[in-house]
């Protein structure tokens, strides 16, 4: 397995403990596929970024059987933009929304060494608060008091969430391949928050119409597949692709309020060192393909997609009856 996905297999008893760091940048606005160069060059567009720490740990009930939990917290996040002339710039903060769940691994992990695939069952918790609020102008660059941040950087989403994923590896001699897939289902289809729509607007929530008044609460999903090979004792190299987005219309729920929704191709290239005590990776996601596309209303909307970011962190095996794998 690549640097930094949990598993593959746990001992009775055992926790497998990961905390990473990811720090990102943005000053590229997408509509569609096209960059609005435009807008870079008038300085006329927002400006994202932040950095986060992700708490992952696993705890096996059974060799095929964990638990498995995640806890997200924003160090910083922040969406920059002129208003009236003027840039502004909202800045939070905070717990996210906390994931609890079960992996089971499908394959007899005795007899399935060198490959196995998992499904994992997990549900969102609305830990992290969505109606986090920042001093800021109305769109006119007037009457500056406490509103809600944009969704973007709002630490929480405001509503339950069921994500179903599976996990996926293929040891061969001298390499492995890897895969994973994740859908995260909204329970809700919109929270209580004004959106950026709602607060920018100088005649107030009310002047704006009533399915994009407050922040939606949407589905996403992830995708990612790659190789990982062995370079010396201990080290690791990890290469791989990955989808991440936000779809225009939720599954189990309506589809108004206020989002985003678009996807991000990245190139993973990534570095893993395993020792005694501990595992240590990092990564740099390289933005391949970006887009941005319409809402369940069919409005085009335009939003920034990272270039770059950097990711790394470490992991510790605690307890259980240590066997060979």
């Given amino acids: 397995m690549s640097g930094g996905l949990l598993g593959p297999y746990l001992e009775k008893g055992e926790w497998q403990i990961q905390g990473s760091f990811n720090r990102y940048t943005s000053y590229e606005p997408f509509t569609e596929s096209s960059i609005q160069q435009a807008a870079i060059a008038a300085d006329t567009g927002p400006k994202t970024g932040g950095g986060s720490l ?4 696993a705890y096996a009930l059974t060799r095929r059987l964990n638990f498995t939990a995640d806890v997200p917290i924003g160090l ?6 002129p208003l009236g002339g003027k840039r502004y710039e909202m800045k939070t903060h905070g ?3 906390v994931v609890l769940g079960g992996r089971v691994w499908l394959l007899n992990t005795e007899k399935s060494t060198k490959q196995n695939l998992a499904l994992q069952f997990a549900l969102r918790l609305p830990t992290g608060d969505s109606n986090y609020q920042v001093l800021y102008p109305n769109g006119l660059g007037q009457d500056i008091k406490l509103r809600a941040a944009k969704s973007d950087v709002q630490p929480g989403s405001g509503a339950l969430g069921l994500r179903l994923a599976a996990q996926g590896f293929h040891r061969f001699r001298h390499f492995a391949l890897y895969g994973n897939a994740l859908y995260l ?14 607060t920018l607007n100088p005649g107030g929530p009310n002047a704006v119409p009533a399915n994009v008044r407050f ?7 992830l995708y990612n597949a790659g190789v990982s090979a062995p370079l010396l004792k201990g080290l690791s190299f990890s290469l791989g692709s990955q989808i991440a987005g936000v779809p225009s219309l939720n599954v189990m729920t309506g589809s108004e309020g206020f989002r985003q929704p678009g996807y991000l191709v990245t190139l993973n290239p990534g570095l893993s060192l395993n020792t005694n005590l501990a595992s240590y990776f990092i990564g740099v996601p390289v933005r391949l393909y970006g887009y941005i596309g319409q809402d369940f209303s069919g409005a085009q909307q335009t939003a920034n997609l990272n270039k770059t970011s950097l990711q790394f962190g470490v992991n510790f095996h605690l307890g259980g009856k240590k066997t060979i794998k």
Avoid: V
């Fill in 54 to 57: 992700n708490f992952q740990g």
């Fill in 76 to 81: 910083y996040s922040y969406w920059n933009f």
């Fill in 95 to 97: 717990l996210g929304d």
């Fill in 185 to 198: 289902f909204s329970l809700k289809e919109h929270n209580d928050t004004y959106s950026i729509l709602s």
């Fill in 215 to 221: 922040n939606a609460a949407p589905d996403s999903y």
